[in-house]
């Protein structure tokens, strides 16, 4: 979760320019007197002749960056910084917050993350203390909020999408409601791309809560993505039997068994004779055999936040009609909803 956060950080990026330095060509008129001339045809080629193929790890090596260089040698201390960083909250945690109750040493602790304020160790933050009771996470949420940048916004933003309980994800939500309600409804591209992921994720908690916050930030930039998250399908098929045969994911048999005796085998002693029998049983009925399988989940939140997203941006009239025909969705959102909001955008 980190490494995509930190991808989100425009700041936190560092570019590494690899230049490879290569023997220069020059194309002049051969000289007989230095030049040797061709073979010709009669005569075998020497193995001088061809030029050896460059291996692999030699292709390679051109487009590793120098580790001299003035940009390796900055990332490399920025590594160094955030790890020791790192090492410095975990200290924090097992000092102030993992197990212990006292209402001092908590806030004293909080008082002491509050200090951290460069963007790169954000992530850092959400990953060590998002879990550190609701104290503490209301405490981290107030500090992102009061910095007013970017990055602090995407971070609320990532843990209102994939905090790890319901309230901690309802309280950065809030949040991000009253900045966006403070500034006119305009939503940081960034907070947008944390929702985009999101609604691309396989969790259907972490696709629901980017659906309800996409609803709550009116991004109606959302709705196509929402259209497609509401319903998802899963299909399942049965692999090869190891005999060569044709597997199944299940058989279903409804059908009668009778039994009966399909051989006798007699056994004969002294003045005496008996038979053993041998059974066997005869079914009768149908044997369903199911070989491919395909799941459909309908996704009753993420339904719900795309009718509220597009009543909001509409002109007053229900899209619920709409229910989960996603091909009508679509129809409407590119011959209604995109009209008329570009009309909305051209009035004065």
Not at 65 to 81: G, L, M, N, W
Not at 149 to 172: P, S, Y
Request: aromatic share 8%.
């Amino acid at each position: 979760m980190i490494q995509n956060l930190q991808s989100l950080f425009a700041s936190a990026a560092l570019a590494v320019f690899c230049v490879s330095a290569g023997s220069a060509l020059t194309f002049a008129e051969p000289d007989p007197a230095t030049n040797p001339a061709p073979p010709t045809a009669d005569a075998p080629g020497t193995e001088d002749a061809v030029p050896a193929a460059p291996t692999d790890d030699e292709w390679l090596k051109q487009f590793a960056p120098d580790p001299e260089s003035d940009a390796s040698k900055r990332y490399a201390e920025q590594q160094k910084r955030r790890l020791a960083t790192e090492r410095e909250l975990k200290l924090i945690r097992a000092k102030h917050f993992k197990g212990i109750r006292g209402t001092e040493l908590r806030q004293a602790g909080i008082a002491k993350l509050k200090e951290f304020t460069d963007p790169a160790i954000f992530p850092a933050l959400l990953e060590i203390f998002g879990t550190e009771g609701a104290d503490v996470q209301n405490a981290l949420l107030d500090h992102w909020a009061d910095m007013n940048i970017d990055e602090a916004d995407a971070t609320i933003a990532w843990a209102a999408v994939f905090g790890k309980d319901k309230a901690f994800r309802l309280a950065a939500a809030r949040r991000l409601v009253k900045k966006a309600e403070s500034a006119d409804w305009h939503i940081p591209n960034v907070v947008k791309s944390v929702v985009a992921i999101g609604l691309r994720r396989e969790s259907n908690t972490q696709v629901v809560a980017a659906a309800e916050l996409a609803n709550m930030l009116q991004i109606f930039e959302a709705i196509p993505a929402l259209i497609s998250a509401q319903v998802s399908g899963t299909a399942t098929g049965s692999q090869r039997a190891q005999d060569g045969g044709d597997a199944a994911l299940a058989y279903i048999l409804v059908g009668r068994q009778v039994a009966f005796v399909s051989d006798l085998n007699p056994v004969v002693g002294d003045n005496a004779v008996a038979f053993d029998p041998t059974l066997s049983v005869a079914t009768e009925g149908v044997v369903l055999r199911v070989i491919d399988a395909f799941v459909v989940t309908y996704r009753i939140e993420v339904n719900r936040s795309l009718i509220g997203l597009a009543n909001k941006g509409w002109d007053g009239r229900d899209t619920a009609p709409l229910g989960w025909n996603t091909r009508a969705w679509r129809q409407w959102y590119a011959n209604e909803f995109v009209p008329y909001r570009r009309g909305i955008a051209i009035k004065p």
